[in-house]
């Protein structure tokens, strides 16, 4: 169920049996020469659409650009919306649907940038969209996934097979590379930080993306992302 | 060509021909109980797709949510960005574009509550995106689609055919009524206004909505944009 | 009856009788070599108060500066209050006199910059000023003057002939000219837009300004106005 | 010279001797039922008009509204501009200027709220507006005028008698009272200090006010407000 | 008693008997390559602990970086918090304590800059946080320090002579000079006014700071500011 | 070496040999009846002076109060910064210090709360300080202390330890309890999520905490800490 293809009778309908709501949120970022541009939001809208046909739960309207003022702000494609925006486009969007009864707010993301925003959009509401629940699941970093995603990184072997398998036409396999860099455990967020990104746009890629393997990482997300959302609705 | 599906690679080889993106602005607002939520969404998604195509033109991300503060902002189902964070977002948005060499920016606008804060956004940027254009064209006030459109309301027969040319699935027309209501010439904006929509959600309807039309319709407004495109380029 | 002259007491009467307010809202504005600056401002300073006179409603103080943020922004004189700014102020002037007791508010703009902020400030406040009416009456846009005022654009005929009416000595006629300029039907907001205005800052002027004219565009506005703010206070 | 009836082309002319400007900044706020709401705004304007006149310098277009946030906020007929707004609202205001040349910034001031957001407002702008002066001249609490006007306070004596000077038919002589009332030395801003204002919105009154001091203060108003004028210029 | 120190349950206790809070707010800026950075925060940390001693009062974290956008701003080490930032900053922390029932702030200021943001902040708050009294003592401008004081400015005798009183190894003795400037009665705010700092940072100094000098300021300053206390808790 | 307590002219030496600086960041935030207000605050406050003194960088002023916004909001004698504000704080304060030339920005931080509004302040100013770094070291996130830290939470056996260490007489221990609650692995936002603190604002506590263990997490923090400010400076 999309709510951008519901109409208002139905909204009504839903909300007598449930408050909750997923919305997938995502970035326009470089994603390399060989991945689509909207590489985070394709992934995420696949995500949450299968997650609330299993879950039976209304889709929200996708979140296409995120926050990404810094790293990969200069590469060409790239779209950003500065953390300050995203907290009051996040506090706008969700304070409409807390008027309307939803309460709670599961969160597909797709985009590290976007987690810092997500809290403090969060934070500033916590006193006054009352008895409101949100929960992000980022799913790179689900721990269920910890071994399947196995650390690939930016434009990675993760991100290209799930890409494989919602839409292979997207992957220009012709500029995968064989790139790896190793990335320092303690992230420092500054210009400098571009280092680690060649002309290429990948942090830590491998052209040892597949299909098969995004099969798996797209099926254990939606598995570990059904709990998640139980857990969000009984907590 | 939908920038979301593109890859950095291939920014860069339009960019070399052309300095245009089209950007589709609509609204997740109720639209009666028979048409979709994202009814202005749909229509500017399916209209700005058709302009790419035939001007060989960049398509960037919707933006899905606009501006319904007033009006419809209590009916089940709207999303509203407020129009000072729109205007944001609408900074940050042709910002990163700008910075990639992007120069026309064409916005095919579903809603009226967009217009404002679309204009907020360019005059603020007026210095300092150095030699820009911008161009909104709101397909229901097209001069030339007067005729055809014939001051059909919010959710009314314009919008019906519309839906109804783009997704038939989409309008659930058990709930289409026969409402008409004059529309005053001069608009009082305030939660006054909210008489002229009755409870069904519907200003100035009609079931006189039809595939027909809506091909009329759409297939008018894509030939307007398409000069106006081209306006736009060459002003 | 001008609020800035009234007393405490004398607001305290009035409100007795009447919850509606006129606000004169212009700029200051580059208008050619011979119009003034403030030639918005006076023209709707003068129509508020002819309006406040034959109405008996109260008129506020004047916004004397409004958004001129793109096209006239470099000429020399113009001040501009960015249109965030001029949404803020819009709403804290209006949410003062709300508290005490105002309900209906009927602007009388001057400047064509000004209408996209008013909006916006509307629509922020339209769940806020609860049982508020809002109404724009831009002089030269009304319906009813269509014929009289004839397309003549910024600096142009019927500015001069307001000034002249109004004001004789801020006319200063050896600097009128002859342009006229042709203004594209779908305006492109740009920086290179500025191309329609010369270096003499008119956009589609004539010599044709005349006290008659301007007697006549004087009091048509008035009479328009009147019916409007009947309409605002019965709607 | 007010630029408000300037021509652009008179302040190319004036620019090319003088960069200096003189802003009026009242309020609208009550000032016991026997003066106007506009005591402030109409006091300031003449005095930087009589000022302008014997310096030979533009006048900008009266800042009509200020900030009454706390203490009158709640007297019928105040409006206010809330700090952050006006801090804004000065900032445009000067920017634009800046632009076209003006570097020595005059304020005649009026009312005691505005001195704050004046203040934050410069010191935004220090880094900001090169080689620009700012000085606020309030005048009732210029030096050279503390004998004359004897620590009189809101809507008390010394503004009686400057609005008898400026426009006695403005004055409502029966609603003048005798009240008297011992301000504390140390101002403790809350909602408790309205004890000091009783229903009358008279803090420290007198019917003592008369023209001949009206007369006296506005003269020696001018008189140190063109020696700060030189001051400013030279300093 | 400071708050910091202090555990929920004392403060639960404290309530019981008393609304009040001290809060220091000082500032870093240069002062003189002799006097340290923190020169205004150090002073008023002790001002407020000993005040809070002898009051049995609570004294809240020190806000230790103040406004200092316009003169000093440029000067090596000095950290500015912009006069907008400060005013929510301020709107935040006291808006904390006044959930939790503290009603009567008392600031211990030793940075002119603080004073217009703080102003800002009550007016913004005077509305929305009922029953609240607000107290700045700058302690170099309180009126029974006027003698002892001398009118010494920034990084001058008086601020030499406190930090020699609160902890004489802050001060490096041999940078003090003999420089004396004579600071004009009307202050230009602008960044030409720098022209009265030297390069020593120095506006009105002398080597005439002493520890007894010192002791005398800060205790008189402490005597003033528990009157000072008092009047904001009676008034 | 602290800013505070340096003079310009020392802060001007050490610029020629380094461009680093440690901030301290905290908050005020209920901390049981057990621990004092600031505990996060004086955590940091002493880890990074430690820090400081061996690696002979200069250590800037205390962020003292953080943003507590949600989950502990509403508890006695928390103060909160709002995300907003706080981000506003941190690109003043880190800006102020770019501009002198500072370029490593190293933050000791002891407050989850915190980490978002840091991310979102670095991302804001990505593309505006250039060449900086940063670098967030939240001690009881750090990967070395994992085992030392075992999991302990909010008020718990880590931050007692901390306090005991740092000074033990302001651990009220007749306030300390068995408390030990399971912290759920996917964390909810939210107003209900306070359900995991009980009457006594502790999320996962036990009396288990001590000096030994103090004296353990503090030294190994500053361990890593210093390998950490290596890293930074070279990376």
Redesign the interface.
């Known amino acids: 169920m ?8 139905e ?2 309908e839903y ?1 007598k049996t449930s408050q909750t709501i997923i919305i997938p949120i995502g970035a ?1 970022e ?9 590489t985070d ?2 992934t995420v809208e696949a995500l949450a659409k299968r997650l609330g046909e299993i879950s039976n739960r209304i889709v ?6 995120g ?1 990404c ?3 990969t ?13 995203l ?3 996040l ?3 969700t304070t ?2 807390h ?2 009864g939803f309460r709670n707010f599961f969160f597909v993301n797709g985009h590290g ?1 976007n ?3 997500l ?6 509401l ?2 006054t969209l ?8 980022s799913w790179w970093l689900l ?1 269920d996934l910890k071994e399947l995603y196995d650390n690939s990184g930016h434009a990675g072997r993760g991100e290209v097979s799930m890409i494989m398998y919602i839409d292979k036409s ?1 992957v ?1 396999t012709e ?1 995968l590379t064989e790139e790896k860099r190793e990335i ?10 571009k280092k680690y990104i060649t002309e290429t ?1 990948i942090i830590n890629d491998s052209q040892e993306g597949s299909y098969e393997l995004g099969e798996k990482l797209f099926n254990a997300s939606v598995e570990v992302m059904l709990k ?1 959302l139980k ?2 609705e009984e ?1």
């Open positions: 999309e709510l951008m293809k519901m109409t208002m009778h909204v009504n909300l326009i470089e994603h390399s020469n060989a991945l689509p541009l909207g939001t394709i929200g309207p996708t979140i296409n650009v926050n003022h810094s790293i702000y200069d590469f060409l494609g790239t779209i950003s919306i500065s953390p300050s925006t907290v009051n486009y506090k706008d969007y409409s649907l008027k309307h940038g987690i810092a925003p809290r403090c959009s969060f934070d500033e916590a006193n009352t008895n409101s629940k949100f929960l992000v699941a721990e997207l220009k500029f320092p455990r303690y992230y420092v967020t500054n210009d400098l930080a746009g998640l857990h969000l907590s």
